[in-house]
């Protein structure tokens, strides 16, 4: 199998209720490494470009308003399937759907407050993990 890197974040549903702990406890059980982390403010912009593929879709302005309206945690993740553990670890997008123990099952509010984001595949996951990362700042 081989070992691949995702990336992650912990939104701002899950940061206010103070479950970032909760939430790498799940990844890390799951058998995934935490092998870079930062506590960031999502900017407006940042928000604007990180989510640029869903601008024609109705629920951009809101996931923006969302994204920005609080800490959140991003972060690279590293293991064997990296991108499909944790979008298993996550669970499905909407809380109601996803099977329990998952980090969306647990600790989400809503489709849209659900915790967290994962890459959805090992090309989007370069891009995302570039978008918020230097390579100095992985340390595997």
Do not use: C, W
């Amino acid at each position: 199998m081989a070992i691949e890197r995702t990336f992650s974040i912990v939104k701002p549903d899950a940061t206010r209720r103070n479950l970032t702990g909760a939430i790498n406890a799940l990844i890390e059980k799951s058998g995934l490494r935490i092998v870079a982390q930062k506590r960031i403010h999502m900017t407006k912009a940042q928000a604007e470009t990180f989510y640029g593929v869903h601008k024609a879709r109705p629920f951009f302005g809101s996931l923006v308003a969302f994204m920005t309206s609080g800490p959140v945690v991003v972060q690279v993740l590293e293991g064997e399937n990296a991108v499909a553990k944790y979008r298993e670890v996550m669970g499905a997008t909407n809380p109601a759907n996803a099977a329990p123990g998952t980090i969306r099952k647990e600790f989400a509010e809503s489709i849209e407050a659900n915790s967290a984001h994962g890459s959805d595949s090992l090309e989007n996951a370069a891009i995302e993990i570039a978008f918020f990362f230097s390579g100095l700042e992985i340390v595997g």
